[in-house]
Protein backbone atom coordinates (compact mmCIF):
# COMPACT_ATOMS: atom_id res chain seq x y z
CA UNK A 1 0.00 0.00 0.00
CA UNK A 2 1.82 3.29 -0.67
CA UNK A 3 2.83 5.27 2.34
CA UNK A 4 0.13 8.53 3.34
CA UNK A 5 2.87 10.50 4.61
CA UNK A 6 4.81 10.45 1.15
CA UNK A 7 4.12 13.12 -1.35
CA UNK A 8 5.29 13.18 -4.89
CA UNK A 9 6.47 15.90 -7.16
CA UNK A 10 7.39 15.69 -10.72
CA UNK A 11 9.67 18.62 -12.57
CA UNK A 12 10.10 18.13 -16.23
CA UNK A 13 12.30 20.58 -18.31
CA UNK A 14 12.47 20.44 -21.95
CA UNK A 15 15.35 21.83 -24.13
CA UNK A 16 15.34 21.70 -28.08
CA UNK A 17 17.84 18.71 -27.90
CA UNK A 18 17.05 17.15 -24.28
CA UNK A 19 14.14 16.47 -21.99
CA UNK A 20 14.67 15.76 -18.35
CA UNK A 21 12.12 14.24 -15.75
CA UNK A 22 12.62 14.59 -12.14
CA UNK A 23 10.65 12.80 -9.34
CA UNK A 24 10.48 14.29 -5.77
CA UNK A 25 9.39 12.61 -2.47
CA UNK A 26 8.69 15.09 -0.02
CA UNK A 27 10.99 17.70 -1.76
CA UNK A 28 13.82 15.30 -1.95
CA UNK A 29 15.48 13.80 -5.93
CA UNK A 30 14.90 10.35 -6.31
CA UNK A 31 14.48 9.55 -9.48
CA UNK A 32 16.54 11.34 -12.84
CA UNK A 33 15.26 10.06 -16.50
CA UNK A 34 16.70 11.71 -19.21
CA UNK A 35 15.96 11.15 -23.31
CA UNK A 36 18.35 13.12 -25.68
CA UNK A 37 16.18 13.98 -29.09
CA UNK A 38 19.30 12.29 -30.89
CA UNK A 39 19.74 9.36 -28.44
CA UNK A 40 15.94 8.37 -27.42
CA UNK A 41 16.01 4.85 -25.81
CA UNK A 42 15.11 2.17 -27.11
CA UNK A 43 12.84 0.59 -24.48
CA UNK A 44 9.77 -1.16 -25.51
CA UNK A 45 9.70 -0.02 -29.01
CA UNK A 46 8.90 -2.61 -31.25
CA UNK A 47 10.72 -4.09 -34.82
CA UNK A 48 10.72 -5.70 -37.86
CA UNK A 49 13.84 -7.53 -37.57
CA UNK A 50 15.77 -10.72 -39.22
CA UNK A 51 17.94 -12.95 -37.44
CA UNK A 52 21.66 -13.03 -38.45
CA UNK A 53 23.33 -15.76 -36.37
CA UNK A 54 21.49 -18.34 -34.03
CA UNK A 55 23.91 -19.88 -31.43
CA UNK A 56 22.85 -22.69 -29.70
CA UNK A 57 26.16 -23.16 -27.39
CA UNK A 58 24.67 -19.96 -25.70
CA UNK A 59 20.87 -21.05 -26.52
CA UNK A 60 20.57 -17.63 -28.15
CA UNK A 61 20.33 -15.78 -31.56
CA UNK A 62 21.61 -11.89 -33.21
CA UNK A 63 18.56 -10.28 -34.62
CA UNK A 64 19.32 -7.32 -37.08
CA UNK A 65 16.79 -4.67 -36.12
CA UNK A 66 18.28 -1.86 -37.98
CA UNK A 67 20.56 -0.49 -35.15
CA UNK A 68 24.48 -0.26 -35.24
CA UNK A 69 24.91 -4.04 -33.05
CA UNK A 70 23.28 -6.78 -33.58
CA UNK A 71 20.31 -7.61 -31.14
CA UNK A 72 20.46 -10.56 -28.43
CA UNK A 73 17.30 -12.86 -28.15
CA UNK A 74 17.93 -15.33 -25.69
CA UNK A 75 15.42 -18.79 -25.97
CA UNK A 76 13.84 -18.36 -22.75
CA UNK A 77 12.81 -14.58 -24.37
CA UNK A 78 11.04 -16.80 -27.14
CA UNK A 79 7.15 -17.13 -27.22
CA UNK A 80 6.25 -20.94 -28.35
CA UNK A 81 8.86 -21.65 -25.64
CA UNK A 82 7.13 -24.45 -22.93
CA UNK A 83 7.90 -22.12 -19.98
CA UNK A 84 4.78 -23.51 -17.45
CA UNK A 85 6.85 -25.77 -15.51
CA UNK A 86 6.25 -29.42 -16.78
CA UNK A 87 9.93 -29.62 -18.83
CA UNK A 88 13.09 -29.37 -16.75
CA UNK A 89 15.48 -26.30 -18.98
CA UNK A 90 17.19 -29.91 -20.29
CA UNK A 91 13.93 -30.73 -21.88
CA UNK A 92 12.89 -27.49 -23.24
CA UNK A 93 13.25 -26.65 -27.45
CA UNK A 94 16.73 -26.40 -28.18
CA UNK A 95 17.13 -22.41 -30.09
CA UNK A 96 17.68 -23.86 -33.45
CA UNK A 97 14.01 -25.60 -33.19
CA UNK A 98 12.84 -22.47 -32.38
CA UNK A 99 14.36 -20.11 -35.34
CA UNK A 100 16.67 -20.36 -38.05
CA UNK A 101 18.75 -18.06 -39.46
CA UNK A 102 17.35 -15.46 -42.19
CA UNK A 103 13.78 -15.75 -40.39
CA UNK A 104 11.80 -12.85 -39.58
CA UNK A 105 10.70 -11.69 -36.01
CA UNK A 106 8.45 -9.29 -34.76
CA UNK A 107 11.05 -8.40 -31.52
CA UNK A 108 10.42 -5.81 -28.68
CA UNK A 109 12.83 -4.05 -26.98
CA UNK A 110 13.45 -5.01 -23.10
CA UNK A 111 16.85 -3.82 -22.08
CA UNK A 112 18.75 -0.36 -24.34
CA UNK A 113 21.90 -0.88 -25.46
CA UNK A 114 24.70 -1.28 -22.76
CA UNK A 115 28.10 -0.74 -22.93
CA UNK A 116 29.33 -2.68 -25.75
CA UNK A 117 26.80 -4.65 -25.20
CA UNK A 118 23.55 -4.47 -28.27
CA UNK A 119 20.17 -4.57 -27.22
CA UNK A 120 18.17 -7.52 -25.67
CA UNK A 121 15.39 -8.78 -27.01
CA UNK A 122 11.80 -10.53 -26.33
CA UNK A 123 8.81 -11.70 -28.46
CA UNK A 124 6.78 -11.92 -25.90
CA UNK A 125 5.05 -8.33 -26.67
CA UNK A 126 4.01 -6.16 -23.82
CA UNK A 127 1.68 -2.63 -24.17
CA UNK A 128 1.37 -1.28 -21.07
CA UNK A 129 -1.46 1.34 -20.68
CA UNK A 130 -1.93 3.54 -17.22
CA UNK A 131 -3.40 0.50 -14.87
CA UNK A 132 -3.01 -2.67 -17.31
CA UNK A 133 -0.23 -4.16 -19.48
CA UNK A 134 -1.56 -6.43 -22.21
CA UNK A 135 0.45 -9.69 -23.00
CA UNK A 136 -0.99 -10.13 -26.30
CA UNK A 137 1.09 -13.37 -26.59
CA UNK A 138 1.01 -14.84 -23.45
CA UNK A 139 -1.56 -16.29 -20.76
CA UNK A 140 -2.52 -15.48 -17.62
CA UNK A 141 -3.37 -12.90 -15.11
CA UNK A 142 -0.58 -10.91 -13.18
CA UNK A 143 -1.01 -8.37 -10.52
CA UNK A 144 1.74 -6.13 -9.38
CA UNK A 145 4.21 -7.17 -6.22
CA UNK A 146 3.53 -3.55 -5.17
CA UNK A 147 0.09 -4.17 -4.25
CA UNK A 148 0.14 -6.14 -1.15
CA UNK A 149 -2.94 -6.83 0.00
CA UNK A 150 -4.37 -9.80 -0.77
CA UNK A 151 -7.92 -9.25 -1.31
CA UNK A 152 -7.10 -6.44 -3.31
CA UNK A 153 -4.70 -8.56 -6.07
CA UNK A 154 -7.64 -11.18 -5.82
CA UNK A 155 -9.97 -8.30 -6.23
CA UNK A 156 -8.24 -7.08 -9.30
CA UNK A 157 -6.70 -10.55 -10.65
CA UNK A 158 -10.85 -11.13 -11.25
CA UNK A 159 -12.10 -8.54 -12.73
CA UNK A 160 -8.91 -8.83 -15.56
CA UNK A 161 -9.87 -12.14 -15.95
CA UNK A 162 -13.53 -11.36 -16.42
CA UNK A 163 -13.57 -8.92 -18.43
CA UNK A 164 -10.48 -10.90 -21.20
CA UNK A 165 -13.52 -14.23 -20.97
CA UNK A 166 -16.20 -11.58 -21.74
CA UNK A 167 -14.17 -11.01 -25.14
CA UNK A 168 -13.19 -14.37 -25.33
CA UNK A 169 -9.11 -13.69 -25.26
CA UNK A 170 -6.60 -16.47 -25.59
CA UNK A 171 -4.11 -13.19 -24.17
CA UNK A 172 -2.59 -12.43 -20.61
CA UNK A 173 -2.72 -9.29 -18.70
CA UNK A 174 -0.65 -7.68 -15.43
CA UNK A 175 -2.71 -5.50 -13.44
CA UNK A 176 -0.11 -2.51 -12.91
CA UNK A 177 0.24 -0.46 -9.23
CA UNK A 178 -2.19 2.39 -10.36
CA UNK A 179 -4.79 -0.12 -10.52
CA UNK A 180 -5.32 -0.22 -6.69
CA UNK A 181 -8.33 0.18 -5.35
CA UNK A 182 -10.12 1.07 -8.84
CA UNK A 183 -13.02 -0.25 -10.31
CA UNK A 184 -13.60 -2.36 -13.71
CA UNK A 185 -14.48 0.60 -15.96
CA UNK A 186 -10.92 2.01 -15.94
CA UNK A 187 -9.07 -1.49 -16.52
CA UNK A 188 -11.99 -1.92 -19.16
CA UNK A 189 -11.04 1.41 -21.17
CA UNK A 190 -7.38 0.34 -20.90
CA UNK A 191 -8.04 -2.98 -21.98
CA UNK A 192 -10.09 -1.61 -25.06
CA UNK A 193 -7.67 1.20 -25.98
CA UNK A 194 -4.60 -1.94 -25.89
CA UNK A 195 -6.28 -4.37 -27.85
CA UNK A 196 -6.89 -1.61 -30.10
CA UNK A 197 -3.27 -0.50 -30.52
CA UNK A 198 -2.54 -4.20 -30.60
CA UNK A 199 -4.14 -4.35 -34.06
CA UNK A 200 -2.62 -1.44 -35.00
CA UNK A 201 1.03 -2.85 -34.59
CA UNK A 202 -0.38 -6.17 -36.42
CA UNK A 203 -1.61 -3.87 -39.24
CA UNK A 204 1.91 -1.78 -39.39
CA UNK A 205 4.35 -5.12 -38.86
CA UNK A 206 2.27 -6.70 -42.24
CA UNK A 207 3.42 -3.32 -44.25
CA UNK A 208 6.43 -2.65 -42.53
CA UNK A 209 10.11 -4.24 -43.82
CA UNK A 210 12.83 -5.65 -42.57
CA UNK A 211 15.09 -4.00 -39.89
CA UNK A 212 12.06 -1.22 -39.27
CA UNK A 213 10.83 0.27 -36.53
CA UNK A 214 7.02 -1.11 -36.27
CA UNK A 215 5.91 1.07 -33.06
CA UNK A 216 7.40 3.74 -31.10
CA UNK A 217 6.96 4.16 -27.33
CA UNK A 218 5.50 7.81 -25.91
CA UNK A 219 8.23 10.39 -25.46
CA UNK A 220 9.70 10.69 -22.02
CA UNK A 221 7.02 13.53 -20.55
CA UNK A 222 4.00 11.19 -21.87
CA UNK A 223 5.72 8.41 -20.20
CA UNK A 224 6.01 10.34 -17.07
CA UNK A 225 2.31 10.26 -17.31
CA UNK A 226 1.49 7.09 -18.06
CA UNK A 227 3.92 5.15 -15.42
CA UNK A 228 5.09 7.55 -12.53
CA UNK A 229 1.59 9.68 -11.62
CA UNK A 230 0.61 8.10 -8.70
CA UNK A 231 -1.81 8.72 -6.24
CA UNK A 232 0.79 9.92 -4.24
CA UNK A 233 1.73 12.91 -7.14
CA UNK A 234 0.39 16.37 -6.02
CA UNK A 235 1.89 18.15 -8.65
CA UNK A 236 3.74 17.98 -11.69
CA UNK A 237 5.17 20.99 -13.57
CA UNK A 238 6.36 21.49 -16.77
CA UNK A 239 8.40 24.38 -18.10
CA UNK A 240 7.44 23.76 -21.85
CA UNK A 241 3.92 24.91 -22.52
CA UNK A 242 4.17 22.82 -26.21
CA UNK A 243 5.01 19.52 -24.00
CA UNK A 244 2.65 21.28 -21.44
CA UNK A 245 -0.48 20.89 -23.83
CA UNK A 246 0.78 17.78 -25.08
CA UNK A 247 0.70 16.00 -22.08
CA UNK A 248 -3.32 17.67 -20.67
CA UNK A 249 -4.14 16.53 -24.28
CA UNK A 250 -3.21 13.04 -23.75
CA UNK A 251 -4.33 13.36 -20.14
CA UNK A 252 -7.80 14.25 -21.20
CA UNK A 253 -7.94 11.51 -23.64
CA UNK A 254 -7.11 8.94 -21.26
CA UNK A 255 -7.15 9.94 -18.06
CA UNK A 256 -9.25 12.96 -17.51
CA UNK A 257 -8.02 12.42 -12.92
CA UNK A 258 -4.31 13.54 -13.92
CA UNK A 259 -5.40 17.01 -15.79
CA UNK A 260 -5.86 18.66 -12.45
CA UNK A 261 -2.22 17.72 -11.07
CA UNK A 262 -0.54 19.35 -14.65
CA UNK A 263 0.62 23.02 -14.51
CA UNK A 264 2.45 24.85 -17.15
CA UNK A 265 5.76 26.33 -15.03
CA UNK A 266 6.32 30.45 -16.36
CA UNK A 267 8.79 31.68 -13.27
CA UNK A 268 12.01 33.02 -14.80
CA UNK A 269 14.14 30.78 -12.32
CA UNK A 270 15.03 27.40 -14.11
CA UNK A 271 12.98 24.86 -13.00
CA UNK A 272 15.42 22.58 -12.19
CA UNK A 273 16.76 24.83 -9.80
CA UNK A 274 14.06 24.29 -7.27
CA UNK A 275 14.97 21.81 -4.54
CA UNK A 276 18.57 22.13 -5.43
CA UNK A 277 18.03 19.58 -8.53
CA UNK A 278 21.02 20.66 -10.86
CA UNK A 279 23.41 20.24 -7.49
CA UNK A 280 21.65 17.09 -6.66
CA UNK A 281 22.35 15.67 -9.94
CA UNK A 282 25.95 16.84 -10.16
CA UNK A 283 26.88 14.87 -6.43
CA UNK A 284 25.10 11.87 -7.80
CA UNK A 285 28.11 12.11 -10.03
CA UNK A 286 30.63 11.47 -7.39
CA UNK A 287 32.39 8.93 -6.31
CA UNK A 288 31.92 9.91 -2.38
CA UNK A 289 28.48 10.63 -1.25
CA UNK A 290 29.18 12.23 2.76
CA UNK A 291 26.49 11.90 5.16
CA UNK A 292 25.36 13.95 7.74
CA UNK A 293 26.39 12.22 10.84
CA UNK A 294 30.56 12.67 9.17
CA UNK A 295 30.55 9.37 7.82
CA UNK A 296 30.19 8.81 3.76
CA UNK A 297 29.62 6.17 0.94
CA UNK A 298 31.77 5.13 -1.76
CA UNK A 299 30.30 4.17 -5.32
CA UNK A 300 32.80 2.21 -6.95
CA UNK A 301 30.95 1.28 -10.88
CA UNK A 302 32.24 -1.08 -13.15
CA UNK A 303 31.23 -3.23 -15.64
CA UNK A 304 30.51 -6.74 -14.06
CA UNK A 305 28.81 -5.06 -10.77
CA UNK A 306 28.70 -1.90 -8.64
CA UNK A 307 30.68 -2.44 -5.11
CA UNK A 308 29.82 0.36 -2.13
CA UNK A 309 31.90 0.95 0.84
CA UNK A 310 30.76 2.37 3.69
CA UNK A 311 32.91 4.42 6.49
CA UNK A 312 32.63 6.37 9.81
CA UNK A 313 34.56 9.09 8.62
CA UNK A 314 34.90 11.66 11.43
CA UNK A 315 31.99 10.32 13.21
CA UNK A 316 32.89 9.38 16.66
CA UNK A 317 29.52 8.98 18.08
CA UNK A 318 27.90 9.75 21.93
CA UNK A 319 28.31 6.10 23.54
CA UNK A 320 31.00 3.29 22.67
CA UNK A 321 32.71 1.66 18.80
CA UNK A 322 29.52 -0.87 18.13
CA UNK A 323 26.82 2.04 18.53
CA UNK A 324 28.86 4.37 16.31
CA UNK A 325 28.97 1.76 13.72
CA UNK A 326 25.42 1.20 13.77
CA UNK A 327 24.18 4.49 13.60
CA UNK A 328 26.83 4.87 10.70
CA UNK A 329 25.18 1.96 9.15
CA UNK A 330 21.04 2.87 9.65
CA UNK A 331 22.03 6.12 7.63
CA UNK A 332 24.09 4.86 5.26
CA UNK A 333 21.37 2.30 3.99
CA UNK A 334 18.74 5.26 3.25
CA UNK A 335 21.37 6.87 1.54
CA UNK A 336 22.73 3.98 -0.75
CA UNK A 337 18.71 3.07 -1.40
CA UNK A 338 18.67 6.82 -2.91
CA UNK A 339 21.20 6.90 -4.46
CA UNK A 340 20.84 3.75 -6.38
CA UNK A 341 17.23 5.24 -8.02
CA UNK A 342 19.08 8.54 -8.49
CA UNK A 343 22.21 6.96 -10.39
CA UNK A 344 19.83 4.40 -11.93
CA UNK A 345 22.20 1.44 -10.57
CA UNK A 346 21.71 -1.74 -11.90
CA UNK A 347 23.10 -5.59 -12.21
CA UNK A 348 25.20 -7.35 -9.24
CA UNK A 349 25.22 -4.72 -6.10
CA UNK A 350 28.10 -5.31 -3.76
CA UNK A 351 27.72 -3.52 -0.30
CA UNK A 352 29.93 -3.61 2.24
CA UNK A 353 28.75 -1.80 5.92
CA UNK A 354 30.73 -1.61 8.52
CA UNK A 355 31.60 -4.58 10.60
CA UNK A 356 28.71 -4.71 13.22
CA UNK A 357 29.29 -7.21 16.22
CA UNK A 358 25.96 -7.61 16.84
CA UNK A 359 23.04 -9.54 15.03
CA UNK A 360 20.30 -7.39 16.23
CA UNK A 361 21.87 -4.29 14.37
CA UNK A 362 22.74 -6.18 11.39
CA UNK A 363 19.15 -7.17 10.68
CA UNK A 364 18.25 -3.38 11.49
CA UNK A 365 20.00 -2.43 9.11
CA UNK A 366 19.10 -4.92 6.63
CA UNK A 367 15.23 -3.69 7.21
CA UNK A 368 16.64 -0.28 6.72
CA UNK A 369 17.50 -0.94 3.45
CA UNK A 370 14.61 -3.05 2.38
CA UNK A 371 11.99 -0.34 3.80
CA UNK A 372 14.13 2.22 2.02
CA UNK A 373 13.90 0.56 -1.22
CA UNK A 374 10.29 -0.05 -1.09
CA UNK A 375 9.35 2.34 -3.04
CA UNK A 376 12.19 1.73 -5.96
CA UNK A 377 9.80 1.53 -9.35
CA UNK A 378 12.77 -1.33 -10.17
CA UNK A 379 12.15 -4.53 -9.45
CA UNK A 380 14.95 -5.66 -7.31
CA UNK A 381 16.19 -8.99 -4.52
CA UNK A 382 18.07 -8.10 -1.48
CA UNK A 383 19.90 -11.25 0.21
CA UNK A 384 20.77 -11.87 3.57
CA UNK A 385 24.50 -10.76 5.18
CA UNK A 386 26.93 -13.24 3.88
CA UNK A 387 29.31 -14.81 5.54
CA UNK A 388 31.89 -11.93 4.79
CA UNK A 389 29.73 -9.19 6.06
CA UNK A 390 28.90 -7.88 3.01
CA UNK A 391 25.15 -7.44 2.02
CA UNK A 392 24.27 -8.49 -1.69
CA UNK A 393 21.73 -7.61 -4.07
CA UNK A 394 20.39 -7.17 -7.89
CA UNK A 395 18.49 -4.46 -8.91
CA UNK A 396 16.74 -4.71 -12.47
CA UNK A 397 18.67 -3.12 -15.36
CA UNK A 398 16.95 -1.90 -18.12
CA UNK A 399 18.44 1.59 -19.46
CA UNK A 400 22.02 3.53 -18.98
CA UNK A 401 22.98 4.73 -15.64
CA UNK A 402 22.81 8.42 -15.11
CA UNK A 403 27.05 8.15 -14.81
CA UNK A 404 26.80 6.79 -18.73
CA UNK A 405 24.30 8.92 -19.90
CA UNK A 406 26.27 12.03 -18.64
CA UNK A 407 29.46 11.13 -18.89
CA UNK A 408 32.34 9.32 -20.45
CA UNK A 409 35.49 7.66 -20.14
CA UNK A 410 38.17 10.30 -18.96
CA UNK A 411 40.71 11.17 -22.30
CA UNK A 412 43.67 11.39 -19.97
CA UNK A 413 43.15 7.59 -18.13
CA UNK A 414 41.14 5.87 -20.32
CA UNK A 415 38.38 5.73 -17.68
CA UNK A 416 40.84 3.58 -15.20
CA UNK A 417 40.23 6.39 -12.91
CA UNK A 418 44.09 7.13 -12.79
CA UNK A 419 47.01 8.08 -14.35
CA UNK A 420 50.73 7.25 -13.66
CA UNK A 421 52.56 9.57 -11.29
CA UNK A 422 55.50 11.84 -12.27
CA UNK A 423 58.10 9.67 -10.52
CA UNK A 424 56.87 6.76 -12.93
CA UNK A 425 57.45 8.86 -16.04
CA UNK A 426 60.94 9.46 -14.99
CA UNK A 427 61.77 6.32 -14.64
CA UNK A 428 60.49 5.40 -18.07
CA UNK A 429 61.81 8.06 -19.27
CA UNK A 430 65.56 6.69 -17.97
CA UNK A 431 64.51 3.22 -19.70
CA UNK A 432 63.54 4.73 -23.46
CA UNK A 433 66.72 6.95 -23.12
CA UNK A 434 68.93 3.58 -21.94
CA UNK A 435 66.83 1.35 -24.83
CA UNK A 436 67.90 4.07 -27.73
CA UNK A 437 71.04 4.44 -26.75
CA UNK A 438 71.90 0.48 -26.98
CA UNK A 439 70.50 0.57 -30.52
CA UNK A 440 70.93 4.07 -32.47
CA UNK A 441 74.55 6.41 -32.50
CA UNK A 442 73.02 9.75 -31.07
CA UNK A 443 74.64 12.83 -29.82
CA UNK A 444 71.77 14.40 -27.68
CA UNK A 445 68.41 13.32 -27.02
CA UNK A 446 65.97 15.74 -26.17
CA UNK A 447 62.81 14.41 -23.67
CA UNK A 448 59.55 16.36 -24.04
CA UNK A 449 56.94 15.91 -21.24
CA UNK A 450 54.72 17.48 -19.02
CA UNK A 451 55.88 20.35 -16.87
CA UNK A 452 55.63 17.90 -14.06
CA UNK A 453 58.10 15.38 -15.19
CA UNK A 454 60.33 18.10 -16.39
CA UNK A 455 60.57 19.59 -12.64
CA UNK A 456 60.98 16.58 -10.96
CA UNK A 457 63.82 15.57 -13.62
CA UNK A 458 65.75 18.96 -12.81
CA UNK A 459 65.05 18.77 -8.97
CA UNK A 460 64.89 15.25 -7.34
CA UNK A 461 66.04 13.17 -10.37
CA UNK A 462 68.72 15.22 -11.16
CA UNK A 463 71.40 13.29 -9.42
CA UNK A 464 69.81 9.90 -11.60
CA UNK A 465 69.52 11.96 -15.17
CA UNK A 466 73.39 12.75 -14.59
CA UNK A 467 74.01 8.87 -13.73
CA UNK A 468 72.50 8.51 -16.67
CA UNK A 469 74.03 10.71 -18.80
CA UNK A 470 77.55 9.51 -17.84
CA UNK A 471 76.51 5.75 -18.03
CA UNK A 472 75.05 6.31 -22.09
CA UNK A 473 77.60 8.48 -22.81
CA UNK A 474 74.76 11.06 -24.22
CA UNK A 475 74.11 14.39 -23.20
CA UNK A 476 70.34 15.11 -21.96
CA UNK A 477 67.90 18.12 -23.35
CA UNK A 478 64.80 18.56 -21.31
CA UNK A 479 61.72 20.52 -22.92
CA UNK A 480 58.31 20.95 -21.26
CA UNK A 481 55.49 20.56 -23.27
CA UNK A 482 52.08 22.27 -22.67
CA UNK A 483 49.64 20.05 -24.32
CA UNK A 484 51.64 16.65 -23.28
CA UNK A 485 49.42 14.51 -20.42
CA UNK A 486 51.32 14.20 -17.25
CA UNK A 487 51.81 10.17 -18.50
CA UNK A 488 52.89 11.17 -21.72
CA UNK A 489 56.44 12.08 -22.92
CA UNK A 490 58.30 11.67 -26.08
CA UNK A 491 62.42 10.80 -26.78
CA UNK A 492 63.82 12.57 -29.69
CA UNK A 493 67.39 11.74 -30.52
CA UNK A 494 69.47 14.21 -32.55
Known sequence: MSDESTKEEILINVTPSEIRAALLENGVLQEVFVERAAKRGLISNIYKGRISRVLPGMQAAFIDIGLDRTAFLHASDIAGRNDSGDQSEDEQPGIRELVTEGEELLVQVAKDPLGNKGARLTTFITLPARHLVLLPRSQGVGVSARIEDEDERERLRGLVEGLLEERGLECGAIVRTMAEGGDGAALDADLKYLLRLWEVVQQRCSKKGVKELVHED?????????????????????????????????????????????????????????????????????????LKSGGYVIFDQTEAMTTIDVNTGGYVGHRNLEETIYRTNLEAAVAIARQLRLRNLGGIIIIDFIDMA?????????????????????????????????????????????????????????????????????????????????????????????????????????????????????????????????????????
Open 358 to 494: ETEHRESVLRALGDAMARDHARHQITPVSPLGLVEMTRKRTRESLQHILCEDCPVCDGRGFVMTAETVCFEVFREIIRQARQFDFDEALVLAHQDVIELLLDEQATSLADLVEQTGKSVRLQTEALYLQDQFDVVLM
Open 218 to 290: LSLPLRVLRDLVTGDVDQILVDSETDFDAMKEFAETFWPELVSKLELYKRRRPIFDLHGIEDEIQKALDRNIP
